[in-house]
């Protein structure tokens, strides 16, 4: 069964650079939200899309910007990169109306340096 | 406000040990959703079951089973005869009404050795 797709699985950066960061939901989802997790944490909310609107937002930093396609993927968009942006970003796909679980993608792991 | 507790930091069991790894949750909401997510070494986040607040029959699949209870706001997990590929981080997540927000516990690191 297809899964939800992002890409890249790792990147690198630097401090102050920008990285964007790709997810495919699983088809037939139209429902994505990306969470952060740092080191040794539990994955954190950062935003969420429902038909390409943004339908929710937690605590997502305001150098970050995300939007959903026409197509339904979703781009997460990082700008001026620190330290602390290292995590592992994961991007996960439901369906509204089906009430079906989050799935979630494999990750990027980002590592500013 | 909504909110989930995963006590247990790490456990180590030796392999065939039976596991279980607690989850108490809090919310005032009447309709909510309860899962458990297994994090292997590997990274990803696999999703294992979802219970909804109205249904808190137990449910066993292979060798896992999970024991709902409402009275006491706990959603269990146990790994009969554990192996070493169930070593992994296990989340348990809480949901309501809009799916919009995942509630993540802070995760058990469970450790299977042989």
């Known amino acids: 069964a297809a899964g939800v797709i992002q890409s890249p699985r790792h990147l690198i950066k630097e401090k102050r650079e920008t990285a964007t960061l790709k997810c495919y939901p699983i088809?037939?989802?139209?429902?994505v939200y990306w969470y952060q997790q740092g080191p040794g944490q539990d994955p954190q909310f950062l935003i969420s899309?429902?038909?390409?609107?943004?339908?929710d937002k937690g605590s997502i930093p305001d150098r970050f910007s995300a939007q959903q396609f026409s197509d339904y993927h979703s781009e997460l968009n990082m700008s001026s990169l620190e330290l602390g942006d290292s995590a592992l970003y994961f991007c996960?796909?439901?369906?509204?109306?089906?009430?079906?679980?989050?799935?979630f993608g494999n990750g990027t792991r980002l590592t500013v340096t | 406000a909504q909110k989930v507790t995963q006590a247990q930091t790490e456990i180590s069991v030796v392999e065939k040990e039976d596991v279980t790894l607690d989850c108490v949750y809090e919310?005032?909401?009447?309709?909510?959703?309860l899962f458990w997510y297994k994090q292997p070494p590997s990274g990803e986040l696999v999703f294992l079951i979802r219970?909804?607040?109205?249904?808190?029959q137990n449910e066993i699949s292979g060798r896992y089973s999970w024991n709902f209870q409402k009275s006491t706001s706990s959603f269990n997990f146990t790994i009969t005869a554990s192996q070493v590929v169930d070593s992994a981080v296990y989340f348990c997540?809480?949901?309501?009404?809009?799916?919009?927000?995942?509630?993540f516990g802070s995760g058990t690191k469970l450790n299977v050795k042989p």
């Open positions: 997540a809480l949901s309501v009404n809009n799916f919009n927000k995942f509630y």
């Open positions: 088809p037939r989802h139209d429902t």
């Open positions: 919310t005032r909401d009447t309709t909510y959703y």
């Open positions: 899309f429902y038909e390409k609107m943004q339908s």
């Open positions: 219970r909804n607040s109205f249904d808190e």
């Open positions: 996960a796909s439901s369906s509204w109306t089906g009430r079906s679980p989050l799935h």
